[in-house]
C-alpha cells in the first residue's frame, strides 16, 4: 500500500467503493485522513463500514470541513449516453468549491511529497495500453527491477509499494482516471494512439483526445505513437527535445518493420530486437506495443540488449492473441478481449489463410462489416450468440459459416474442421468482435470458456507443453 501521508489531518469525500475505493480509501486512513465515503450499493457501503471507514450519505455532510471529493473513475464526470450530464456528488463539489480528484491524483501528489524523482511510467491509448504495460513490467522485471504494475490494468495504484528511487511505477491510465488527474506528470509518459472511443463519457473525439493529451504534456519524457491523425497532432505541439516517436508503420525515432524494433541512433538505423519468434507479440499492432515499450525503457536508461531480451521471453496477456497450445499442426488462440470489429481486425491481420473464426455476441455498432477485406483469410466462420443473425447476413456468400449458438459447439466444430485443413498452420480463433453479455458477464470469463474447452480436446498440447 501507498499511505497519502500527504493528507494527513484532512477531510476527504470519496465516492465509489468498488476495488480502486475501497483501496484509495485504505490508503488515505493509513496516511491519517479522515475519510468519509459513499456508494450507490449498500453491499459495498456495508463492506467498507466492515473495514472501519467512516459512510455517509455525501448529501448530508458538512462540506465545509471537505478538501477533496475522491471520484472512481467509472463515475460521470461531463457525459452521459453522449449528452452533458454531471454525478450529484459532483454538483455538490462544484457548488462548495471542492476539487474532484481521484486516486491517479492522489499517487502522484505523494510521489512528489515523498519521492519525487521516483521513476513513474504511464501509459494510455485508445488500443494496447494493457499490453504495453505488462510487456515494460516485464522487461524491467527480467532486469532486475523492481517493477509495480497497476493502474487501469487492475490493480489499484494505491495498493502498490510506495514510490522510492529504485522503484518504477508502471501504471496504465484510462481517459476516466487522466480526467480526475490534473497534475499527472509522470517520468514517462507514453501515448500509443487514439480512435474514437468512450465518446458516451466524453461528447466529441476532441474532447477525448485532448484528454489523453494530458498524460503527455506534463511528462518529464514522452513517447508518442505517430500512427494516427490525433496523435501525430499531438507530438507536433510537444517540445521535440523530450520526445520519441514510435510508428508500427512508418519511419520515426523508433519503429518496427520487418518483425523487428529499430532505432535511429547517432545517424544510423540500430535494430533493438527481432520479434519474428515471439509468438505473443504477433501482428502489426503489437509491433507498435514493442516499439512504445522499448522507447520508454530506453529512456529510463536500459540497454537495448536488455530489452531484447525481455521481449523474447514475454508471455503475453490472458484473452489478448493469447496462444493456448495445438492440436496437430492447428493452432488455438484465445482473443476474447476483442470486443468490437477494430480489435478483431488486428486479430485477422496476424494470420494468413487458413483461421478457422468464432465470433459472435451482444453486437457492436457496425458488426462485423469492415472486417470484409479479411474473409478471404477465413477458412470458416463458426456463429455464436446474439450477433448470428446479423452475422450471418453478412457472411453470406463471402465465407463459409456455421451457426454454432454456444461456444462448447463451436470449439467441438472448429476442432473436427481443421484436421481437415491443408494449411501449413491453421488457426482456430476465438476473437467475437462482440461483447460478452448475452452469455457470459464479462470477456475474461469467455476467454476462460474457450480455454477450458480447448483443454479437453483429445490430443491437445498445452502452449506450456510446447516450450
Not at 466492515?50 to 462540506?63: H, V
Not at 463515475?75 to 459532483?90: A, I, S
Request: overall charge neutral; charged content about 20%; aromatic content about 6%.
Amino acid at each position: 500500500m501507498t499511505p497519502v501521508t500527504h493528507a494527513r489531518g484532512q477531510t476527504v469525500a470519496l465516492f465509489g467503493l468498488g476495488g480502486s475505493g475501497l483501496a484509495t480509501a485504505r490508503a488515505l486512513k493509513a496516511g491519517g485522513a479522515r475519510v468519509i465515503a459513499c456508494d450507490d450499493s449498500a453491499a459495498q457501503m456495508e463492506k467498507a463500514r466492515s473495514e472501519d471507514i467512516e459512510i455517509a450519505d455525501l448529501r448530508e455532510i458538512a462540506w465545509s470541513e471537505v478538501s477533496s471529493l475522491i471520484l472512481a473513475p467509472g463515475v460521470p464526470l461531463t457525459h452521459k449516453d453522449g449528452k452533458p450530464f454531471t454525478h450529484w456528488t459532483v454538483e455538490l463539489a462544484r457548488a462548495n468549491k471542492v476539487e474532484i480528484i481521484g486516486d491517479i491524483e492522489l499517487f502522484c501528489r505523494e510521489r512528489r511529497a515523498i519521492a519525487p524523482d521516483a521513476p513513474f511510467i504511464a501509459i494510455t491509448g485508445t488500443n494496447g495500453k494493457s499490453t504495453t504495460t505488462a510487456l515494460i513490467a516485464h522487461i524491467l522485471r527480467e532486469a532486475g527491477k523492481d517493477a509495480q504494475i497497476g493502474g487501469n490494468i487492475g490493480t489499484a495504484i494505491l495498493s502498490l509499494q510506495p514510490p522510492a528511487l529504485d522503484r518504477f511505477h508502471v501504471i496504465e491510465c484510462s481517459s476516466f482516471q487522466i480526467d480526475l488527474a490534473p497534475s499527472l506528470d509522470a517520468s514517462v509518459g507514453v501515448l500509443l494512439n487514439v480512435t474514437p472511443d468512450h465518446l458516451d463519457r466524453h461528447g466529441t473525439i476532441a474532447d477525448y483526445a485532448a484528454i489523453k493529451e494530458r498524460l503527455v504534456k506534463r511528462a518529464h519524457l514522452q513517447v508518442v505513437g505517430i500512427d494516427d491523425e490525433f496523435c501525430r497532432d499531438i507530438a507536433a505541439r510537444l517540445q521535440p527535445s523530450g520526445l520519441t516517436r514510435i510508428s508500427a508503420a512508418q519511419g520515426a525515432d523508433v519503429f518496427f518493420r520487418n518483425s523487428a524494433i529499430w532505432r535511429g541512433h547517432g545517424g544510423q538505423v540500430e535494430k533493438i530486437a527481432d520479434l519474428s519468434a515471439v509468438r505473443s507479440l504477433r501482428g502489426a499492432h503489437n509491433g507498435q506495443n514493442a516499439a512504445a515499450a522499448a522507447a520508454a525503457l530506453l529512456a529510463c536508461g536500459l540497454s537495448a540488449k536488455s530489452i531484447a531480451a525481455g521481449l523474447a521471453s514475454f508471455p503475453g496477456l490472458p484473452h489478448r492473441l493469447e496462444e493456448i497450445g495445438s492440436l496437430g499442426p492447428a493452432i488455438f488462440v484465445n482473443d476474447s478481449k476483442a470486443t468490437n470489429a477494430d480489435s478483431t481486425e488486428k486479430a485477422l491481420s496476424s494470420f494468413d489463410n487458413g483461421v478457422f473464426w468464432i465470433l459472435g455476441g451482444k453486437s457492436k455498432e457496425g458488426g462485423i462489416t469492415p472486417l470484409k477485406p479479411y474473409f478471404g483469410r477465413i477458412a470458416k466462420a463458426y456463429l455464436i450468440g446474439a450477433a448470428s443473425d446479423e452475422f450471418a447476413a453478412t457472411l453470406d456468400g463471402a465465407a463459409p459459416f456455421e451457426r454454432s449458438e454456444t461456444l462448447d459447439v463451436a470449439v467441438a466444430s472448429a476442432a473436427r474442421d481443421v484436421a481437415n485443413s491443408k494449411a501449413k498452420e491453421p488457426v482456430v480463433l476465438l476473437s467475437p468482435a462482440c461483447a460478452s453479455y448475452d452469455q457470459y458477464p464479462n470477456f475474461e470469463v469467455r476467454g476462460d470458456h474457450f480455454r477450458s474447452l480447448v483443454n479437453e480436446l483429445p490430443g491437445f498440447a498445452p502452449r506450456r507443453a510446447r516450450l
